[in-house]
Structure formats: C-alpha cells, structure tokens
C-alpha cells in the first residue's frame, strides 16, 4: 500500500523558503526569499522585546481531544494543517510546549456536529446490539445484509474480536437494530441454533438492555447487573416481558419460546391471564387450597 505524497507548500511560505529535510529543499525565488526575510525579522524583535515563539500546549491538547471525538487523525491533518506526527504528539501530552502559530491552527477548527464516518469508534454498543439480535434469533447472514457488511465481520463484532469499529458501519448495525430489534426472527432451522448459541454464551435480548439502558456503556457489567438484581425485581421484569409479549398478540406457547423456556409455561398462562382479565390471583391462597 502506497501513501500519496503530501505536496509542498505554496511560494512565499516560511514553510517553503526554509524548506524541510527529507522532504523538499529550501526555495530561493523572490517570494521564497521575501518570506523568510519576514520570518527572521519577527524573530529578531520578538527576542529583543522578549517575546516568546511558544506557548503551553494546553489549550490545544485539550480542543484537539475534543475535535478527535468526532474527527479522524486525517481529518484533523487537513483541516489544522498540523503534521499528523506533531498532532499525535500534543494529543498524547508529549509536548512541553508548541508554537503560537500550531496552536492558533488547532484553535481555528470548530467542533462538526456529525462525526467523520470513517472514525474508529469504541465497539461496545454494536457488539451488544448484535448480540442482542442474536439472541432472538437473527442470524448473522441477517444481520449482515442489514448491516450491509460481509457476515465474518459481523462475527468479528458480535464475539468481541475488535476493539473498535468505522462509524458509519456503527450507524448501520444502530439502524439494523431498530428495525429488527421488534421483528420475529426467520422461522428455520437456523434461528433455533442462532437463539441456542446466543444462550450458551450468556447475550442479552433487546429487552433485557430495554430495562438496563447502558447497551453503550463499556464500564457496565450485564453479569454483575444480573447479580444484583434480586428475587422480586426479577420476577417484576419477566412479567412485564410476558405482558408486553401478550399485547403484541404472541400465545403463551409463543411467549416462553421467545423467553428462551426460563420461564414454566403454567406462569406464562397465569400472567396472560390476569393480564387480560385485570384480576391478579392470589397464589397463596390457591397453594394453601
């Protein structure tokens, strides 16, 4: 793989006339010349009036993290006019100092609303939207063509193989989740085996992340989630799982299907039940009888 050469400054730039070893030789055309002449002028009365040609990185370290949320190490090359090597090097704190002129470049570049689509971004969230849409049955040539990506990548994601994703590949699994996220699976034999899968390696449906909200947090632990979660909490979660199921007209048989069988399909007919009637039975009572 080849990288296209950056092309040289314009005439009658410093950068031009003093030239840069390695990569151009110094110019001596009129404007070339002029330049540097300017540039050496500045510096002899900035010294004598004991002005400084650098300043605190600070500033510019802290807008360049800010500008790399949502920008890409090229992006912010072109945009600053910063060489990539000297960008890293503020970003990552290694710069004791940086010329006015550096940080004024920094500086100049406003925060965009959207974030360049191919930005590396954490994983996380894509991960366990895959996985989610796994666990009820979507399989990955399903969610692939959604995605529209090839299904190893899919793979790639879902088992946690990378840590980081392009953007606009993260908006795609986004929208392929909300649109499949409420969509019965397939009926074949692939989305028994995709569901058994997703089991077997502990992913949480969409209705579990549903209750939970941090599907993109990489500090949140669904193990630990699951442990702190007692007896009644739980029990109050799987009904208004059941309930949800019911209106949206699944059977009981349907229900405990999709609940992966965790729940006895005697309780799933219970809470269907009160759930249509309005009337919840008293079940200590019908134990004790």
């Given amino acids: ?7 040289r400054p314009a005439h009658g730039t410093t950068a031009r ?8 030789p110094r110019c001596n055309c009129t404007p070339c010349r002029a330049a540097r002449n300017r540039h050496q002028k500045q510096s002899r009365i900035n010294r004598e009036l004991g002005r400084s040609p650098f300043t605190s990185p600070d500033k510019a370290q802290a807008h360049l993290r800010l500008l790399h949320k949502t920008m890409s190490w090229d992006s912010l090359e ?32 406003a925060i965009p609303t959207h974030g360049d689509p191919g930005q590396l971004v954490d994983v996380t969230g894509s991960m366990r939207r ?5 666990a009820i049955g979507h399989s990955y040539a399903t969610l692939s063509a959604e995605a529209g990506t090839s299904p190893n990548r899919i793979v790639s994601i879902a088992n946690g193989r990378q840590p980081t994703i392009r953007r606009d590949l993260a908006r795609r699994i986004i929208a392929a989740y909300e649109r499949l996220r409420s969509t019965p699976p397939a009926v074949n034999k692939h989305t028994a085996r995709t569901r058994n899968v997703a089991s077997n390696k502990g992913w949480r449906d969409p209705q579990w992340w549903e209750d939970y909200d941090h599907i993109e947090d990489p500090t949140f632990d669904p193990t630990t989630a699951d442990r702190v979660l007692n007896f009644h909490e739980r029990a ?5 799982e059941i309930e949800h199921l019911a209106w949206c007209g699944h059977t009981p048989e349907q229900i405990v ?3 992966n069988r965790e729940v006895s399909i005697a309780t799933v007919r219970q809470v269907v039940q009160e759930w249509r009637t309005g009337q919840k039975s008293d079940r200590t009572q019908s134990t004790a009888a």
Avoid: C
Avoid at 85 to 109: C, D, F, M, P
Avoid at 236 to 240: D, F, G, H, I, V
């Fill in 17 to 24: 006339g003093y030239g840069s070893p390695g990569r151009w």
């Fill in 130 to 134: 895959l996985q989610a849409l796994s």
């Fill in 236 to 240: 109050a979660l799987r009904r208004e």
């Fill in 78 to 109: 072109a945009a600053t006019g910063v060489w990539f090597s000297n960008l890293i090097a503020i970003y990552h704190g290694q710069r004791t100092k940086i010329r006015h002129e550096t940080e004024a470049k920094i500086l100049a570049v």
């Fill in 257 to 259: 299907d999709r609940l």
């Fill in 1 to 7: 793989m080849t990288t296209a050469a950056k092309p």
